[in-house]
């Protein structure tokens, strides 16, 4: 299980939420078989997504981030609850690339920095919430940043970071999120800039076996922090048979009738793979509907 640490500071000038996503990023890496580079660039997105997912306020709330930026490894998605449960794809998941020049897994070479990060917010309204910022760097937690930063107006400081080992499962995964409240002022951010200064990577914090309250302290070492809440995410997929039949009807009734000729119609679930068999009395009864 995911562990995921929120707090704020006694001061009230900001809080911060740290968490250990290792579980579900190697859920993620076993769904999706993806390879080394396109395992932290998921991972990562995944743990952003479910930092981002804990801080809607209604229960049926959802949010979504995708990350578009022209690189081999397509489109990068994730969807998570107001809990931080959390389910992502990435489209081309079989991308390798050298490490970058600080022997790094190259996470922007292989999103691409030449698109978009778009935050879209579903809070049961008509119409969805949706933000949208250039790229800085595809390296995921610096455009979650510059969203706050462009879209929000809302200082954020965040690191994400995926390790993997030599056979491909996940070392370690996980991340943190520090944002400014209104009630900060410059000195307090002098201080928070202070604090992340020589911070190590989130990566070698988890690996040592910090927990995220740990981290939350270690990264605000200035600040007097009290935990507000802790969370055990997952990753987790919500399809159903009904929600593919759904979908489907929105293909309109004549790719249904033609789709009625094939001797079955197979539905993957991008975010899970489950497979939907449909027969072509299925698919001629959704047509009609
Ligand atoms: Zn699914």
Same mark, same amino acid.
């Given at each position: 299980?995911?562990?995921?640490?929120?707090?704020?500071?006694?001061? *009230?000038? #900001?809080? &911060?939420?740290? @968490?250990?996503?290792? !579980?579900?990023?190697? +859920?993620?890496? $076993?769904?999706?078989?993806?390879?080394?580079?396109?395992?932290?660039?998921?991972?990562?997105?995944?743990?952003?997504?479910?930092?981002?997912?804990?801080?809607?306020?209604?229960?049926?709330?959802?949010?979504?981030?995708?990350?578009?930026?022209?690189?081999?490894?397509?489109?990068?998605?994730?969807?998570?609850?107001?809990?931080?449960?959390?389910?992502?794809?990435?489209?081309?998941?079989?991308?390798?690339?050298?490490?970058?020049?600080? *022997?790094? #897994?190259? &996470?922007?070479? @292989?999103?691409?920095? !030449?698109?978009?990060? +778009?935050?879209? $917010?579903?809070?049961?309204?008509?119409?969805?919430?949706?933000?949208?910022?250039?790229?800085?760097?595809?390296?995921?937690?610096?455009?979650?940043?510059?969203?706050?930063?462009?879209?929000?107006?809302?200082?954020?400081?965040?690191?994400?970071?995926?390790?993997?080992?030599?056979?491909?499962?996940?070392?370690?995964?996980?991340?943190?999120?520090?944002?400014?409240?209104?009630?900060?002022?410059?000195?307090?951010?002098?201080?928070?800039?202070?604090?992340?200064?020589?911070?190590? @990577?989130?990566?070698?914090?988890?690996?040592?076996?910090?927990?995220?309250?740990?981290?939350?302290?270690?990264?605000?070492?200035?600040?007097?922090?009290?935990?507000?809440?802790?969370?055990?995410?997952?990753?987790?997929?919500?399809?159903?048979?009904?929600?593919?039949?759904?979908?489907?009807?929105?293909?309109?009734?004549?790719?249904?009738?033609?789709?009625?000729?094939?001797?079955?119609?197979?539905?993957?679930?991008?975010?899970?793979?489950?497979?939907?068999?449909?027969?072509?009395?299925?698919?001629?009864?959704?047509?009609?509907?």
């Amino acid at each position: 299980m995911a562990h995921s640490v929120r707090c704020i500071s006694k001061d *009230g000038t #900001l809080f &911060v939420m740290a @968490a250990d996503t290792t !579980d579900i990023v190697e +859920t993620a890496r $076993r769904l999706h078989h993806t390879s080394k580079v396109c395992s932290a660039a998921l991972g990562r997105l995944l743990t952003g997504c479910s930092f981002m997912g804990q801080l809607l306020k209604g229960n049926d709330d959802t949010v979504t981030l995708r990350v578009k930026g022209g690189g081999e490894a397509g489109v990068v998605v994730a969807v998570a609850d107001s809990d931080g449960n959390v389910k992502g794809y990435i489209e081309n998941p079989n991308v390798e690339l050298p490490l970058n020049s600080k *022997g790094k #897994l190259d &996470v922007g070479g @292989a999103v691409g920095k !030449d698109g978009y990060i +778009t935050v879209m $917010r579903d809070l049961g309204l008509k119409e969805p919430y949706i933000g949208q910022t250039p790229l800085v760097s595809g390296e995921i937690a610096e455009d979650i940043t510059a969203y706050y930063a462009m879209s929000e107006q809302t200082p954020t400081v965040c690191a994400l970071g995926v390790l993997v080992n030599p056979d491909l499962t996940i070392a370690v995964a996980g991340g943190f999120m520090v944002q400014l409240l209104p009630t900060a002022d410059s000195e307090a951010i002098d201080r928070v800039e202070k604090c992340i200064q020589d911070i190590p @990577a989130v990566t070698t914090m988890l690996a040592e076996g910090l927990t995220p309250l740990d981290i939350c302290r270690k990264v605000l070492s200035e600040f007097e922090l009290e935990q507000l809440d802790e969370s055990f995410p997952e990753y987790r997929c919500d399809c159903s048979r009904d929600r593919v039949a759904r979908a489907l009807v929105t293909l309109g009734k004549e790719e249904l009738l033609s789709m009625a000729q094939d001797e079955f119609t197979e539905v993957n679930c991008h975010f899970c793979n489950k497979k939907y068999k449909f027969t072509p009395a299925e698919i001629k009864a959704l047509a009609k509907s």
